[in-house]
């Protein structure tokens, strides 16, 4: 372990795993990581110390489901790459300023945005990246209207690629590893925004979906998988595939699938309230609307589905056109079903699990990254302090530095 830079004293740590606040305790940072959760009193007298006031001390959130290389709706056609990464600048650091120390981008982002916040370039979270996502033809990352025959970039909004067939699917998932991509996103079913497509009908072939992932295996990543219906989730999971994004319609017996074959569940339930308010005025149309409401009726139901079948649960926004201001409002709605510290789990460790980070983010212990939240309320007494409209964040450290400091607690 490092040597420690310095010390948080006074401080309450929420202990996600144990569900539970450890109460005056000092947390020593060293290198960008704890050093140790210990008592004040067995500091070394030398070291610099940062008193925080008796205020609370979260690890920093992790959405699994986010979007930042993504245009307004429809106007893929008009928005050069070089303009949506400018915007994928903004909302980087709009996430890392409302706490979300980590974030999985579910399609669109690509290493190069990886590499931007790993050298300084843009102020943001620590990404894993998708790159394109894979689409059939027809398929919910195919948003050509039925007239369009291009195929290129442009008409896909610039996030997603048609591959078609054994071959081609193998080559695009290889083309997004070359590329440095850390998982392979498919549209494995029907999806609200798309024209061509219904939310039951299941995408992509089994023998498709089982040759990227074994592309992604013996690579080292894994698949991610946008999928609504029960029998999509199923076929999904039985391919090899280990995240299924969204997930609404899920049963008793696929969940029992997934837990028996180690698969995550991501909801991205924030969505569909911030899309019934938004949709209309940027774009969609009126089915697209009975869609979001439909997916939005049964998205509860699918998380205490798999929560009743020990399915580890994560956290997903998905956030594309509506405000990424609503980030942190879906842990109110995970906590109506879970309570706040099973709902912070699920953006905190069960979320770590998905990206294979268990011990090094979303808890506070010896080892981890400093990606810490300094809160002045209990998360554990309810989640309304990461809220827009409630919110009690006083500080966000990203490897031990302060990148949000509200009311100087950390000097300059």
Request: charged content about 25%; overall charge negative; glycine content about 12%.
């Amino acid at each position: 372990m490092p040597n420690p830079d310095y010390a948080l004293t006074g401080v309450h740590v929420v202990d996600v795993v144990a569900g539970r606040i450890l109460r005056d305790r000092a947390v020593t940072i060293g290198s960008g990581k704890i050093v140790a959760i210990t008592e004040e009193r067995l500091l070394d007298p030398a070291l610099r110390r940062i008193p925080l006031g008796g205020r609370y001390l979260s690890p920093g959130l992790i959405d699994c489901h986010a979007h930042v290389f993504i245009g307004q709706f429809n106007d893929g056609r008009t928005i050069l790459p070089s303009e949506m990464t400018a915007r994928a600048g903004q909302h980087l650091i709009g996430m890392l300023h409302r706490g979300f120390t980590t974030i999985r981008d579910a399609g669109g982002a690509d290493y190069g945005h990886k590499a931007a916040i790993e050298k300084g370039l843009f102020q943001g979270p620590r990404m894993f990246v998708s790159g394109r996502i894979l689409s059939q033809t027809g398929g919910h990352g195919d948003h050509r209207g039925r007239a369009e025959t291009c195929n290129c970039s442009a008409a896909l909004g610039g996030v997603g690629i048609i591959a078609d067939g054994i071959d081609e699917v193998r080559k695009a998932a290889r083309e997004n590893i070359r590329q440095g991509c850390d998982q392979i996103k498919i549209m494995a079913g029907g999806g609200v925004s798309s024209p061509g497509d219904k939310l039951v009908h299941p995408q992509y072939s089994l023998e498709e979906i089982a040759a990227i992932a074994d592309e992604a295996d013996r690579a080292g990543r894994y698949v991610m998988a946008h999928v609504y219906s029960d029998i999509g989730i199923r076929r999904a999971v039985g391919s090899g595939v280990r995240s299924i994004e969204h997930g609404n319609f899920l049963t008793d017996e696929t969940a029992k699938l997934m837990r028996d074959r180690d698969a995550h569940l991501v909801p991205t339930l924030i969505t569909y309230e911030a899309d019934a308010k938004y949709g209309m005025g940027f774009g969609w149309s009126e089915e697209n609307q009975e869609k979001n409401a439909e997916v939005m009726a049964s998205g509860l139901k699918s998380l205490e589905v798999a929560l009743g079948n020990r399915v580890n649960v994560g956290y997903g926004t998905d956030l594309c056109w509506s405000p990424k201001s609503y980030q942190a409002d879906g842990l109110l709605i995970h906590q109506k079903v879970c309570g706040p510290a099973e709902a912070l789990r699920h953006a905190t460790i069960n979320n770590a699990k998905i990206v294979r980070m268990e011990g090094l983010v979303g808890e506070i212990a010896a080892g981890a990254h400093a990606d810490l939240i300094v809160v002045d309320a209990n998360p554990l007494d309810g989640l309304e302090c990461f809220s827009q409209h409630a919110s009690r964040v006083a500080a966000v450290l990203q490897a031990g530095r302060a990148v949000r400091d509200d009311y100087g607690l950390f000097g300059h």
